[in-house]
């Protein structure tokens, strides 16, 4: 299994900008599938991002689009998230996940198909 834990949360400014990181040990991370996620107080957990084992397909939530980018670095073992123009609805706790499946899987957009789960990280967007 890998254990996965978040980073880069914090509080700013609508239009500001963040950059969660998320670093993964245990088994290698490039057999994994990787997303985030986030879930608002009172609200599900919803899809955010998503990027394959290799890194060369990405997906993201139309809400994101345009703002949000998904990366990967497997041989540093982390997965990353740039959070540009960031606005009050982006105020979550923001988790990554992952879930095994061959190279040429289709992008995962439900959390019920991830395997594995970080801690979560709190972004806050003031207004």
């Known amino acids: 299994q890998v254990r996965l834990v978040e980073s880069g949360g914090g509080l700013v400014q609508a239009g500001g900008s963040l950059r969660l990181s998320c670093a993964a040990s245990g088994r290698t991370f490039s057999m994994y599938h990787m997303g985030w996620f986030r879930q608002a107080p009172g609200k599900e957990r919803e899809f955010v991002a998503a990027?394959?084992?290799?890194?060369?397909?990405?997906e993201y939530a139309d809400s994101v689009k345009g703002r949000f980018t998904i990366s990967r670095d497997n041989a540093r073992n982390t997965l990353a998230l740039e959070m540009i123009n960031l606005e009050s609805e982006d105020t979550a706790v923001y988790y990554c996940?992952?879930?095994?499946?061959?190279?040429?899987?289709?992008?995962?957009?439900?959390?019920?198909?991830?395997?594995?789960w970080g801690q979560g990280t709190q972004v806050t967007v003031s207004s």
């Open positions: 990027i394959s084992r290799g890194g060369g397909t990405t």
């Open positions: 996940a992952a879930t095994g499946g061959i190279v040429t899987a289709p992008i995962k957009v439900r959390s019920s198909e991830y395997d594995y």
